[in-house]
């Protein structure tokens, strides 16, 4: 059950309602509507709410960190991704909507979602007719091969999603762009695609749907990284990069003529322009003052309680998204190769301490899998801190007695507020049990690239990981598995390399996840458990949506979303 | 070694009329040295501040007493989650809503005298180690400033020809750029990947980086004036006299030119400090600067800056002690140079 803090509950739990009333009300229906508004449903767009449609057209600007590429198949965060998914659409799509209506899968470039055949092997999808890129050119079923091998090529951060289609790994090992791929059969003529995969994986159908699947013509989507001059794409909106600098920059998105995918929402705005800053107290005052009209960020420091009580009729805060906050430990390289190493902070942190610098709105867990997820059963009592408190004592007898005593440490973290403020408490919590840490802070754009790099030799540091789709493979398969650690940059920053969660998530990707929640349970336990201690998870984040009074966010606020944290798509102004 | 007569230094143009005529009379016989410490004892604000500059150093040179057998803390040591007890109530250092702990002074036996900071961390202890910090990286990069500013004033002053060109269109080019945007551009570039020079290296969160950046940035401030003080210098009868003797221009200008340097040189140099200490709070604030958790003032008010409404104390108290040095050491450098010599009006500026 979803909770909502302080007085937004209200405004949530009556969203909530209507979500129930919307779900019952309408249908994914397959037209569009004729102002251009969003078609599929939406918990919080649902025009009985007030008794009037939401109004289409407009401009906003929206504060953000900004994405930290505009190659739909490299960028890597949930800011990139809420802006771009509405550039590219994939095979697939999520539902536009909120609450966990958002989680559906729904035919994008495809006419249909297809079921398995094959004993779960092989997936036939039919491309709609007559859609158009933004540039004019038609989309195709090879283009879709070309995004795959693109991402295989490129090694992007998604790519081990694709491993499992036949000849994808010969593909890689290739590096030869014009590689055979035989799991994918494309005919341009008949606007069929026939995916083959070398075994059943579940989480196949989701690769095709998220924002990272965003398909290109297979012409202007090269095989390099195109952030510069990002392709042309078949989504509700285009692109255009002012500026992309990471602490000054630009986008704009304007809606796409040529869009005509009508499972997936039009978008009731005209235009969107994305004010990249790394500032967020300027953000936050710039949505306070309307010179912003939402932000991407939660407000930090003495912001948030004054946004909590002064705009409370703008202001949305919850647990919505499922997210996981964690410090992640090398496992290559010293001396978190080591298993005392690893162990001595998984005793050392305080999972309530670092909920202060949170200001309250972290929930501690000892868990990878955030609640929610199917899989998730709260690891109880916690094998770190049986009794709720850490274990300084006997993380500093761990280290002193592998030799570690004084052993340099870099903690990684990046500028976001409040990820500065938690480098500092691992380094401190590090020095305290032993260590001798010292800190390294990079901008949030190049931070998860460049700690998901081997080179930069990360040993420990800040991370987190938002959910792209309601599946335990997203957590275990992406942070933990082999596969994974070989994509360049790799989510899997502590490069963890364990033949026994490699079989394991390749099995149970297998099955649908309900069928084996307990074994996604049984493999959370085993990551964290005091014989591995492949990672230290400390939190999950209540997340939050501020808006402008010029917004609409009783009928459009486009949250929570359970894929995108907030759907663009839905927001509309009053 | 020549020294100018310390008759043209005490010819006083500032001071005129029966106070000059009084000073001149005084004067014969004195070293210009000596004649400068008298007029520095005459003006007591400079040597108020003169002194409250000299505590501020024993404050930081305190720092680890206070830590150890007052604030039974370190730098970096978190109290997050500790209770403190203000008579009958119990309060967090800090809150489960992020707000930390005020200024306790002597209510918590001097623990958190000036409160906790967002980390639960001891601000009068970061505070006095932030000192620290500041006034070893103004000291070092000041020293860098005018040994740097020295030798290019020298060369390009007394050799002219190419040689000046050259470094006067590289120091064009260097006073082209505002100090605060080459310093975060190196700082930035530097923090990041440390830095590497044949067998030296610097690792990125090393204090030697902004230490080296600053002493660098200011270098075009001094050198310029300097170098004019050179050139004039060069051409007065002393120099003549030494050439004719047959001495090398390697020597001259350091035996015989750089000791009349000296009264300039002692005037730039706590200026050449206080600018240092800001340059490094500027970028420290910009997290160009001293690198976390290494306690540095800049760095305080940074971090303190979310929370100034709920906790003031964050940034006022660095701010406070870096308005104090600064002001310490520009009054005191003021005072210093009507001191010795009260007709110039040279000043470093920033940019």
Redesign the interface.
């Known amino acids: 059950m979803r909770k909502y803090r302080g007085p937004v509950a209200a405004i949530v739990a009556v969203a909530a309602a209507l979500a129930l009333a919307a779900c019952g009300g309408s249908s994914n229906s397959s037209s569009s509507s004729a102002s251009g508004a969003a078609s599929a449903s939406s918990s919080t767009s649902s025009s009985s709410a007030t008794g009037g449609a939401p109004k289409s057209g407009g401009t906003i600007k929206i504060g953000t960190v900004g994405p930290d590429s505009y190659d739909p198949q490299e960028y890597q965060t949930v800011q990139a991704d809420s802006a771009l998914h509405l550039v590219w659409t994939g095979l697939l799509a999520f539902k536009d909507g909120t609450g966990q209506a958002s989680t559906e899968l729904i035919p994008g470039l495809a006419e249909s979602v297809p079921q398995p055949t094959d004993g779960g092997k092989t997936y036939v999808f039919q491309i709609r007719p007559n859609l158009h890129y933004s540039d004019g050119e038609p989309v195709k079923p090879s283009d879709v091969v070309n995004m795959v091998k693109r991402n295989l090529f490129l090694g992007g951060p998604f790519s081990s999603f694709y491993d499992d289609i036949v000849g994808a790994t010969a593909y890689t090992a290739a590096k030869k762009q014009t590689a055979p791929l035989p799991g994918m059969i494309a005919d341009d003529a008949s606007g069929k695609l026939t995916i083959k995969l070398v075994q059943p994986d579940t989480r196949v159908l989701y690769a095709f749907a998220i924002g990272e699947a965003g398909v290109g013509p297979a012409s202007k989507a090269i095989f390099k990284n195109t952030t510069g001059n990002p392709f042309p794409g078949d989504g509700p909106y285009t692109l255009k990069v002012v500026n992309p600098s990471p602490t000054n920059g630009e986008f704009i998105l304007t809606k796409n003529p040529k869009f005509d995918v009508p499972t997936v929402a039009k978008g009731y705005l005209d235009q969107i322009d994305g004010m990249v800053s790394t500032n967020v ?1 300027t953000m936050t005052e710039n949505v306070i003052n309307g010179t912003y009209d939402y932000m991407t960020e939660d407000p ?7 946004v909590e009580s002064q705009y409370k009729d703008r202001f949305l805060i919850g647990p919505g998204y499922p997210n996981t906050y964690y410090f992640f430990l090398n496992n290559t390289i010293a001396p978190f190769n080591k298993l005392a190493a690893r162990q001595a902070v998984n005793y050392a942190i ?1 999972p ?9 709105r972290l929930h501690p867990t000892c868990n990878l899998l955030p609640p929610g997820m199917v899989g998730y059963t709260a690891i109880s009592p916690c094998p770190w801190r049986p009794n709720g408190t850490p274990q300084l004592s006997k993380a500093q007898a761990l280290v002193k007695s592998a030799g570690l005593t004084g052993a340099p440490v ?1 903690v990684w973290t990046n ?1 976001k ?2 990820r ?2 938690i ?3 691992l ?3 590090l ?2 049990i032993g260590f001798k ?6 901008n949030q754009t190049v931070y998860f690239s460049t700690i998901g790099d081997p080179k930069s030799k990360a040993q420990i540091g800040f991370d987190d990981w938002f959910q792209d789709f309601p599946h335990a493979g997203d957590f275990m398969g992406n942070l933990l598995t082999t596969a994974a650690a070989k994509s360049i940059p790799s989510f899997n920053s502590g490069f963890v390399s364990d033949p026994h969660i490699d079989q394991q998530v390749n099995a149970l990707d297998a099955q649908q996840p309900p069928a084996v929640a307990s074994q996604w349970a049984a493999l959370d336990a085993y990551v964290n458990s005091p014989t591995h201690a492949y990672l230290v998870p400390y939190g999950n984040e209540e997340d939050t949506a501020f808006y402008s009074t010029r917004m609409n966010v009783t009928q459009c606020s486009g949250y929570p979303n359970l894929v995108h944290r907030v759907d663009w798509a839905l927001l509309c102004l009053k | 070694m020549a020294i100018e007569p310390a008759s043209e230094l005490s010819s006083v143009e500032g001071a005129t009329g029966f106070e000059a005529a009084a000073e001149r009379e005084h004067a014969v016989g004195i070293g210009p040295w000596r004649l400068a410490g008298r007029r520095l004892r005459r003006n007591k604000v400079a040597l108020a501040f003169g002194v409250l500059f000299l505590l501020l150093v024993g404050l930081a040179l305190a720092a680890p007493l206070w830590a150890k057998d007052v604030a039974h803390t370190t730098t970096s040591a978190n109290h997050l989650t500790e209770i403190l007890h203000e008579g009958n109530k119990q309060v967090y250092v800090v809150s489960l809503s992020g707000v930390p702990v005020g200024p306790q002074w002597f209510a918590a036996g001097g623990k958190f005298f000036l409160g906790a900071d967002d980390n639960g961390r001891d601000v009068m202890v970061r505070l006095l180690y932030g000192a620290r910090t500041s006034l070893e990286i103004g000291i070092a990069a000041a020293l860098i400033t005018t040994v740097l500013a020295v030798v290019v004033a020298l060369f390009a002053g007394y050799l002219r020809g190419i040689t000046d060109t050259v470094l006067s269109r590289i120091m064009d080019i260097m006073w082209a750029f505002p100090v605060v945007i080459l310093g975060v551009a190196l700082g930035t570039a530097l923090s990041i990947g440390g830095l590497k020079v044949g067998p030296v290296t610097l690792q990125s969160g090393s204090i030697a980086i902004p230490i080296l950046i600053i002493g660098f940035v200011y270098v075009v401030y001094m050198a310029r004036p300097l170098r004019g003080q050179v050139l004039s210098m060069r051409e007065k009868e002393f120099i003549e006299a030494a050439r004719a003797q047959g001495m090398g221009s390697f020597r001259i200008m350091f035996t015989e030119i750089l000791p009349n340097l000296a009264s300039t040189i002692v005037v730039f140099f706590p200026l050449a400090i206080a600018n240092a200490i800001l340059l490094e709070a500027y970028l420290s604030f910009l997290g160009a600067g001293v690198q976390p958790p290494t306690p540095s003032w800049g760095e305080m008010i940074s971090e303190g800056i979310d929370r100034i409404t709920t906790a003031p104390h964050l940034t006022i108290v660095p701010g406070l002690m870096l308005v104090l040095t600064v002001l310490a050491l520009n009054i005191f450098g003021e005072g210093v140079r009507d001191a010795l010599d009260p007709r110039s009006k040279v000043r470093i500026s920033d940019n």
């Open positions: 107290n930090v420091g003495d912001l948030l309680p004054q305080d309530t301490a670092l909920q202060r610098i949170f200001g309250g870099t500028t507020d409040p500065p403020a480098g500092a408490y380094a401190s919590v020095n305290q840490a010292t800190i390294k802070s990079l």
